[in-house]
């Protein structure tokens, strides 16, 4: 029997007594619409190989590479592998390996003009303490914002770069990935499938607001990035081997907590989903 339970009151829902490798579609679509509504979904027990992760994957969408080249998985693309090479060939601690994610809050792909709908993770090795991922909602940080800074980007347009912003870092792309020119997306979003407001903002990709001087655009940076996380919005994982976790990049943000005893792995595979239908709209269409 399918359990659905909501781990907060905005954020997360954990979905108990699934083998996704036999979903029908109805059993899918509950957990789809549970995703929905609470941005991040947690299917526990799950032992999956590669291919039954990717074909789970594709049911939420359209899967492709990340691109971060040097951490794809050498005979699926498609798959990123977090935690994999962690200590170089001199012993040192790899810290972009080691705390990938954990650098500050974040959505994934902003700095791509389709950024991704979602990220899956598959737990592979979990280590004894830490590495918690941790979980808010962009709804609320929305409703949250006093008026005179909703006023204050309502219409306006942010510019995300790979890397880019003053937490980011570039080091996991291969040099002749870097430099790209920044994309533009609005600080407030209105969700395609929800049809819920969102503030939508990334500390580690955003260079600046559009249509502002520089100094304004960097105060108004930092004040986005103080309220973006709201008590009541949080949720942290604890991960366990055999669970699935996906989040909704469209309002959710996430951190690696980046805090576990380096010398224990923590594995996962990961997958990038983008919207099935990325094709520009012609009007009338
Ligand atoms: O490892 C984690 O907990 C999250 C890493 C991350 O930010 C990602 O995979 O997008
Ligand atoms: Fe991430």
Not at 14 to 26: F, K, M, P, S, T
Not at 208 to 234: C, F, K, Q, T, Y
Request: aromatic share 10%; proline share 5%; charged share 30%.
């Amino acid at each position: 029997m399918t359990e659905i339970r909501p781990l907060s009151e905005h954020t997360g829902v954990e979905i108990a007594g699934v083998d996704v490798r036999r979903l029908e579609e109805d059993g899918f679509r509950s957990i789809y619409a549970a995703w929905l509504e609470y941005g991040v979904a947690v299917v526990r027990n799950q032992t999956l190989e590669i291919g039954d992760f990717i074909a789970y994957s594709r049911r939420f969408g359209h899967v492709v590479p990340h691109p971060s080249r040097s951490t794809r998985h050498a005979d699926h693309p498609e798959v990123t592998v977090l935690g994999v090479g962690k200590f170089d060939a001199d012993g040192t601690l790899n810290e972009e390996i080691y705390r990938r994610g954990a650098a500050s809050w974040h959505t994934d792909g902003a700095y791509d003009e389709v950024p991704f709908k979602a990220t899956q993770l598959y737990a592979l090795a979990v280590p004894s303490r830490g590495g918690d991922t941790h979980f808010s909602s962009m709804y609320r940080a929305w409703d949250a914002l006093p008026e005179r800074l909703k006023a204050k980007i309502e219409g306006r347009r942010g510019a995300f770069t790979y890397g880019g912003g003053k937490r980011g870092s570039d080091a996991l792309l291969n040099p002749e990935d870097r430099g790209h020119a920044p994309v533009f997306h609005p600080l407030v979003r209105t969700h395609p499938e929800t049809g819920r407001q969102s503030l939508y903002f990334d500390p580690g990709k955003i260079v600046r607001v559009e249509g502002m001087a520089p100094a304004e655009s960097d105060a108004l940076i930092d004040e986005l990035e103080e309220r973006m996380v709201v008590a009541d919005a949080r949720y942290d994982h604890r991960w366990r081997v055999g669970d699935i976790v996906i989040w909704d990049n469209r309002c959710m943000v996430h951190r690696a907590a980046g805090d576990y005893p380096p010398e224990e792995d923590r594995i996962h595979w990961r997958t990038s989903i983008k919207e099935r239908d990325t094709g520009a709209r012609v009007a009338g269409d």
